[in-house]
T-cell receptor, first 111, second 113 residues
């Protein structure tokens, strides 16, 4: 069964304390992987798409990387406004259009 | 603004009511989706439309009925729901089924009483 697992479930950081979120996947025929940010009561906001192992994407304090089995979202010197739930989702080549989502990592950055 | 607008933002309905959720996208996309988000669970895909044609129904109960009159609008008609259907319902769109980066609306928080 295709699966995406995110860890940790929740993460508390102090402002400026860098860390990484993990997304491991067992999706056969994975075509690519998305990262989203979701604030409470809102829809997910698209961040990155990664297609191949070794690929990296950056946006402000966030950097996403992809290997053959997992993806990382690195957060450098986070600020309180980075607090949110971060979701990753895999999608497959052909066949079902279904995105396989993880449950997310809830990040809290304390000032 | 994400370019995908959902109404209403909040909805409380009884189990015997009929209501509809509306989604409109202003991004020129051709694919639209309905997702269900429940607490402590991953996002669940419900329906996929591509160029107004339904391409996927992810084993959704018939009390949920989608409608896609054109590539910009998507509806989810609800009737005789159960309390366990209470959730955040999210609409999303993408350029097509190849360019899959999905852009989400703010969601409708549905409570079934």
């Amino acid at each position: 069964e295709d699966q995406v697992t995110q860890s940790p479930e929740a993460l508390r950081l102090q402002e400026g304390e860098s860390s990484s979120l993990n997304c491991s996947y067992t999706v056969s025929g994975l075509r690519g992987l998305f990262w989203y940010r979701q604030d409470p009561g809102k829809g997910p906001e698209f961040l990155f798409t990664l297609y191949s192992a070794g690929e990296e994407k950056e946006k402000e304090r966030l950097k996403a990387t992809l290997t053959k089995k997992e993806s990382f979202l690195h957060i450098t010197a986070p600020k309180p406004e980075d607090s949110a739930t971060y979701l990753c989702a895999g999608f497959k080549e052909g066949g079902s259009e279904k995105l396989v989502f993880g449950k997310g990592t809830k990040l809290t950055v304390n000032p | 603004e994400t370019g995908v607008t959902q109404t209403p933002r909040h909805l409380v309905m009884g189990m015997t009511n009929k209501k509809s959720l509306k989604c409109e996208q202003h991004l020129g996309h051709n694919a639209m989706y309905w997702y269900k988000q429940s607490a402590k669970k991953p996002l669940e895909l419900m329906f996929v439309y591509n160029f107004k044609e339904q391409t996927e129904n992810n084993s959704v109960p018939s009390r949920f009925s989608p409608e896609c009159p054109n590539s910009s609008h998507l509806f989810l008609h609800l009737h005789t729901l159960q309390p366990e259907d209470s959730a955040l319902y999210l609409c999303a769109s993408s350029q097509d089924l190849v360019r899959r980066e999905a852009f989400f609306g703010q969601g409708t928080r549905l409570t079934v009483v």
